[in-house]
């Protein structure tokens, strides 16, 4: 790349924000997709191993030992190649070298971090929701509801932990500190850059899942396997381009989110300096 994507070189707005996504997708998608299909993949495994072994899918009901190995296994594998996703994006974004064993070898050293900060993140959102234990059962549904409003205001403040682990390096607690400074100010503007890349993965997959559903409708009747492979294929090549364009949002936010801050940051720092 000729141009640097990350970081912005000032402010932007979000509409820039979002084309700035876009470019560094684009520009990152092809190096992006081995690892955006093994990590697909690797979501599924326990599910394979089901299909495989002739019995039914289920969820975390499954009392096979194996079942459980496999999905631990598939979420380690799947979280550690999405880490080199966004490595290797905001390598490729800044204009540096972009090696992709390097960016594997990060994101596997960084792999344990991250898990652990996740878990503390459901831990703080899944104190929101202790009040719903002291509630009597007959409110307890809509207790949980009216809960889930400040749940969600606590999680978007740790939105941009992730990228500040993995880019950042601010260790875990730095990293959830980091984060909730970015956002502090910005919480709404976090949340409409998020709902407009939500709301095109829905519209994405409302589509694939109407193509999937007329191909089924019309081999069905001629080959299940058939169906069934191709219902598989769908699900691998719609996972495989979503992650890089999360991951490409989530870049382009969170260099914005600095530019913001560092800008206010040199305002103080210029506002309390000594007049010379």
């Not at 970081?7 to 509409?15: D, F, V």
């Not at 191993?49 to 289920?58: A, D, E, K």
């Not at 530019?259 to 103080?268: F, H, T, V």
Request: net charge positive; proline share 5%; aromatic share 10%.
């Amino acid at each position: 790349m000729s141009f640097v994507l990350y970081p912005p070189a000032r402010p932007q707005s979000i509409g820039e924000v979002i084309d700035t996504a876009f470019r560094i997708f684009k520009a990152t998608l092809l190096r992006s997709l081995p690892y955006s299909v093994l990590a697909t993949v690797a979501g599924q495994l326990q599910n394979i191993y089901l299909i495989v072994t002739g019995r039914i899918l289920h969820r975390f009901a499954n009392t096979d030992p194996a079942w459980w190995l496999l999905y631990l296994l598939g979420a380690f594998s799947g979280a550690l190649l999405i880490n080199a996703i966004l490595i290797r994006q905001a390598a490729t974004a800044s204009g540096s070298p972009s090696v992709g064993s390097a960016a594997l070898v990060e994101g596997v050293r960084q792999t344990p971090a991250a898990i652990v900060m996740g878990l503390l993140i459901v831990l703080m959102v899944g104190v929101c929701f202790v009040p719903v234990l002291v509630v009597p059962h007959a409110y307890q549904a809509l207790s949980f509801f009216a809960l889930c409003i400040p749940a969600l205001y606590v999680a978007v403040f740790f939105l941009c932990s992730w990228p500040a682990l993995l880019i950042g390096r601010r260790g875990v607690i730095g990293s959830l500190r980091y984060s909730a400074n970015l956002i502090k100010g910005n919480w709404w503007r976090t949340v409409m850059i998020y709902s407009v890349a939500v709301t095109m993965i829905i519209v994405l997959s409302v589509t694939a899942g109407l193509i999937v559903g007329v191909l089924a409708a019309f081999g069905a009747a001629r080959d299940l396997a058939v169906t069934t492979a191709v219902s598989a294929v769908m699900v691998v090549a719609s996972g495989a381009v979503y992650m890089p364009f999360i991951t490409a949002m989530t870049l382009a936010l969170y260099g914005d989110l600095q530019a913001r801050r560092e800008g206010i940051d040199l305002e103080r720092r210029i506002a309390g300096a000594p007049a010379g």
